[in-house]
């Protein structure tokens, strides 16, 4: 094991994390060890300032800056640098927002690493989508009102055609799905339009920005007013939108000020 020691003269490791949502006090405590652990970190934009602190004193930080609808440094250097820092004999930690693996590009990562020959570990955090919905006292899953989830991404990659709204739209009917939708605020509009073909315009939907962070806050609304009250509401990135039924449990909860919150 590394223990945090820069070994020159033999690999190193890599380490992805996930950072969770943006609360430090998300994270597991196996997130929080690798990060003691680190010679250098690579850390998204969407990492807080407060979870980069962990790092050790002599740690090496180099921020990564990855934000949908911004300049980011490119996949491939990022990756590049990862291999040169391993190979140096640093514990390398790739920290990110979330999880890894949950549209963290965490994949292609792991790929591009044991390919060079390096050993790869991964540590989860929890997804901005759970906690998004979490933070509103509402379930993903109910055995009233949902029997399943989607993580869907509302943003494809340059020359891809994406995610079939209409066809999701028409499962996510069928089989009484909550759909959790990733970097869609900016595409809203197309979105809300597809999934009319299959959903009620009825279908309670709730935005949240910032999810678990002190700045957090959300709106509710219906997909049939789902690009309208995201306008309104003056909402951005990063932000998360749930369509289901169990938003609807949002309004009993309005009715009830003692429910339940996050903690």
């Not at 140096?88 to 690493?113: A, S």
């Not at 020359?159 to 009484?176: K, N, V």
């Not at 309104?232 to 003692?258: E, F, K, Q, R, T």
Request: net charge neutral; with cysteine.
């Amino acid at each position: 094991m590394n223990n945090g020691k820069h070994n020159p003269g033999m690999n190193g490791k890599c380490t992805l994390v996930g950072a969770g949502p943006g609360d430090p006090e998300l994270l597991t405590l196996k997130a929080l060890k690798a990060i003691q652990r680190a010679t250098v970190l690579f850390v998204d934009d969407l990492v807080s300032d407060e979870i980069v602190a962990f790092a050790a004193p002599g740690a090496r930080i180099v921020h990564v800056g990855k934000r949908g609808g911004c300049k980011s440094t490119p996949q491939a250097f990022i990756e590049k640098l990862m291999v040169m820092a391993a190979r140096e004999g640093e514990n390398v930690v790739r920290l990110k927002g979330g999880d890894p693996f949950i549209f963290g590009r965490g994949g292609e990562e792991v790929e591009h690493l044991r390919a060079a020959g390096l050993e790869v570990e991964i540590v989860n955090g929890i997804t901005a989508g759970l906690a998004a919905v979490t933070s509103l006292g509402v379930p993903l899953t109910h055995r009233e009102h949902a029997h399943g989830v989607v993580f869907v991404t509302g943003h494809a990659k340059p020359g891809d055609a994406g995610t079939d709204w209409p066809a999701l739209a028409a499962t996510a009917h069928s089989a009484r799905l909550t759909l959790v939708i990733y970097m869609g605020v900016s595409g809203a509009g197309r979105i809300q339009t597809e999934l009319l073909t299959g959903l009620p315009a009825a279908t309670p939907v709730a935005v949240i920005q910032n999810a678990s962070l002190p700045t957090q806050r959300h709106i509710t609304t219906t997909l049939g007013a789902l690009a309208g009250a995201i306008e309104a509401g003056g909402l951005a990135s990063p932000s998360i939108i749930v369509v289901g039924d169990v938003i609807a449990s949002l309004a009993l909860a309005a009715a009830h000020p003692a429910s339940v919150r996050a903690a």
